[in-house]
């Protein structure tokens, strides 16, 4: 029995290809088993899932790159020997992965975001479902046209991207926003006599969640430490390069709603101008 486990390892010991075939394949069937049993038969995943999942992920790529290093050590030390002369190629060449691997250490040291966190890197706004060595996978969201809604489009950002852009780290959006409201108005006249019953209708649209509203932005100017607009709804007029006059109304609202409730307000204020300047 001893021989024949003896014989079996120096054949796969002596086909070393074959050997790493097997491994990249069993290790590849246990992470998707562990992956498969981690998910379960859930429509949508948690954020307790994709971090395990992704965990998962990475400790087996890792787990590979160990074994394979050193099943072929030997093989890598003549091979790094003989490539001395054309190291700096090597470097230039691999530039690209370099900083994709210094990208995800110093994702990890300065601990900018996790899994679940919404963030935006340039002009891309999403969910992080997945981050790795080499790239962090993220599920878009349509903020840059002031919508909440996931677009159902997913985008791979190389890791090298956090060296050339800042990371702003949305999560507080997850779940109450600064809402921005503009309204054009051509004509000329003295708006200022709608606001307060305009902010009386605004307060009446806020009034169910307004006490959660003030306690999360409690939160969240002690965890930002600045004193931020506040929950009460705020509205200002700036005018425009024709004359025209622009109405701003800011709301903190939970984010599901924030659409909704503009659609509201946009009614109001156009009820009360038509019926104050008709």
């Not at 969201?141 to 890791?159: E, F, R, S, V």
């Not at 425009?240 to 609202?253: A, L, P, S, T």
Request: net charge negative.
């Amino acid at each position: 029995m001893i021989d024949n486990i003896t014989l079996i390892v120096d054949f796969f010991l002596e086909h070393k290809l074959l050997l790493t075939v097997l491994i990249i394949m069993l290790i590849s069937m246990i992470k998707r088993f562990i992956i498969s049993s981690i998910r379960g038969d859930v429509a949508f995943l948690s954020d307790v899932q994709r971090k395990w999942m992704s965990r998962t992920k990475n400790g087996t790529f890792i787990l590979i790159l160990v074994i394979l290093f050193i099943l072929w050590q030997s093989e890598v030390s003549k091979f790094a020997l003989s490539v001395t002369a054309i190291a700096i190629a090597i470097v230039i060449a691999s530039k690209e992965i370099i900083l994709c691997f210094t990208g995800s250490i110093q994702r990890a040291s300065s601990r900018s975001f996790v899994i679940g966190d919404w963030i935006e890197v340039g002009k891309i706004y999403g969910e992080v479902i997945e981050h790795n060595l080499m790239a962090t996978v993220i599920q878009e969201i349509d903020l840059d046209q002031g919508q909440y809604h996931y677009t159902g489009k997913t985008a791979t950002l190389p890791n090298s991207m956090f060296f050339t852009y800042a990371v702003k780290n949305l999560n507080f959006m997850k779940r109450y926003v600064y809402h921005n409201i503009t309204i054009t108005v051509v004509q000329f006249v003295n708006l200022y006599t709608l606001f307060p019953s305009l902010t009386r209708q605004i307060e009446q649209h806020c009034e169910d969640f307004i006490e959660v509203a003030k306690r999360y932005n409690g939160v969240i100017e002690k965890h930002a430490g600045v004193d931020l607009p506040g929950s009460e709804p705020h509205i200002h007029i700036t005018s425009g390069i024709n004359g025209e006059q622009n109405v701003h109304i800011m709301i903190f609202c939970p984010t599901e709603r924030a659409i909704h409730l503009e659609q509201l307000i946009r009614e109001d204020f156009m009820i009360a101008y038509h019926e104050n300047f008709s």
